[in-house]
């Protein structure tokens, strides 16, 4: 049986030992390595679920015009990814950010101001941004003056 000194009367008592038997005292345990990496690993699959569920899925948006930046913005990524060298790798940004990357000039005309992250032909990630105006109405998208920096 492992033995510590008590922090309030300093007699020895057993490690297992939630009080002191000789004085009272609340033994506090020390949270371990293992349960801190554990916390850690667990909060950032959380993170990266909330991520994955958001991301392409249009998930959050309440009004009509937000769902339509949606699909706005997923016609014009998928005109970009007709382009890329390897569309496979296309990383384009989540719901959270690519939902700011939209505005409506006016009804049925949509300018897109965004990027993709994706393997140009040497197999080196690079960063594109892209800009161009989508006209049209729910489901049915045109992509006009698409253009890439």
């Known amino acids: 049986m492992a033995l ?17 038997p000789h ?3 609340v033994l506090k ?18 993170l990266l679920v909330i991520e994955v569920a958001t991301q392409k899925k249009g998930k959050g948006f309440s009004n009509p015009d937000n769902n ?7 016609a014009s990524e998928n005109y970009m990814e007709r382009n890329l060298k390897s569309p496979s790798t296309a ?9 700011n990357h939209v505005k409506k000039v006016k009804t049925g005309h949509w300018k897109v101001n ?9 197999g080196a990630k ?6 161009c105006e989508v006209v049209g109405s729910k489901g049915s998208w045109t992509v006009k003056n698409f253009k890439t920096n």
């Open 23 to 25: 004085c009272g005292f």
């Open 126 to 131: 690079v960063r594109t941004n892209f800009s």
């Open 91 to 99: 990383d384009f940004p989540g719901v959270l950010t690519y939902k």
């Open 29 to 46: 345990k020390k949270m371990g390595c293992f349960k801190w990496f554990g916390i850690i690993i667990l909060v950032g699959v959380v």
């Open 68 to 74: 339509l930046k949606v699909e706005v913005y997923r």
């Open 4 to 20: 510590i000194n008590c922090k309030e009367c300093k007699k020895e008592v057993s490690k297992s030992a939630k009080t002191c």
């Open 114 to 122: 965004s990027y993709v992250d994706s393997e140009n032909g040497f």
